[in-house]
Nanobody, 124 residues
Framework: QVQLVESGGGLVQAGGSLRLSCTAS????????MAWFRQAPGKEREFVST????????YYADSVKGRFTISRDNAKNMVYLQMDSLKPEDTAVYYC?????????????????WGQGTQVTVSS
């Protein structure tokens, strides 16, 4: 059974930083593509970032490129999202997602497993 648990969310001022973590209870974690999505109130869920098996291949939404960094530690079954220069428009519930696939994808429907989410609130 796959379980994903996010942590690290909170309240931060604009310009600040947060580091989200996702603990994955997954057998053979290293062959799962991992991703972060977010959903703001009244809006649809949107792609944030994804990372391939080895951590070399990464993709980012244009809105976070240059400010967010995704990484993974296969030895610890963890994936991280370092968020710098946060803006009020980054306020959302952030979700960790996983899928046993070969290539990363930005499409949320392609991911089979999801965490419960962690709230990130950026004040102006």
């Amino acid at each position: 059974q796959v379980q994903l648990v996010e942590s690290g969310g909170g309240l931060v001022q604009a310009g600040g930083s947060l580091r989200l973590s996702c603990t994955a209870s997954i057998r053979n974690f290293s062959i799962y593509v991992m991703a972060w999505f977010r959903q703001a109130p009244g809006k649809e869920r949107e792609f944030v970032s994804t990372i391939g098996w080895s951590g070399v291949t990464t993709y980012y939404a244009d809105s976070v490129k240059g400010r967010f960094t995704i990484s993974r530690d296969n030895a610890k079954n963890m994936v991280y999202l370092q968020m710098d220069s946060l803006k009020p428009e980054d306020t959302a519930v952030y979700y960790c997602a996983a899928d046993r696939r070969f290539r990363p994808t930005v499409r949320d429907l392609e991911y089979d497993y999801w965490g419960q989410g962690t709230q990130v609130t950026v004040s102006s």
